[in-house]
Nanobody, 125 residues
């Protein structure tokens, strides 16, 4: 069973930065495309960023492009989300997810078969 554990969330002022980490168990992490999603109170879960299995291709939702960076360390079985210039509208629970069957970075939640428990990010104005 693959397990994902997020960390790095917290409270930050607008304009600040946070770095989320997601540690993944298992020996085939290098084959997984990885994604970050978020869910704000009263809203549906939405795509934030994704990275292909070997890390060469990334994708971002428009609202975070240029502010967030997703990266993947296959030697450490970890995926990161560096979040800069944070805004109050970035407040949400952030989830990492693993796609064990496709190497491409996908925006669709249906492509991801393993999920973490989420980490809260709160941005104050």
């Amino acid at each position: 069973q693959v397990q994902l554990v997020e960390s790095g969330g917290g409270l930050v002022q607008a304009g600040g930065s946070l770095r989320l980490s997601c540690a993944v168990s298992g020996r085939t992490f290098s084959r997984y495309a990885m994604g970050w999603f978020r869910q704000a109170p009263g809203k549906e879960r939405e795509f934030v960023a994704a990275i292909a299995s070997l890390g060469g291709r990334t994708d971002y939702t428009e609202s975070v492009r240029g502010r967030f960076t997703i990266s993947k360390d296959n030697a450490k079985n970890t995926v990161f989300l560096q979040m800069n210039s944070l805004k109050p509208e970035d407040t949400a629970v952030y989830y990492c997810a693993a796609d064990s069957t496709n190497w491409m970075a996908s925006r669709s939640m249906r492509d991801y078969d393993y999920w973490g428990q989420g980490t809260q990010v709160t941005v104050s104005s």
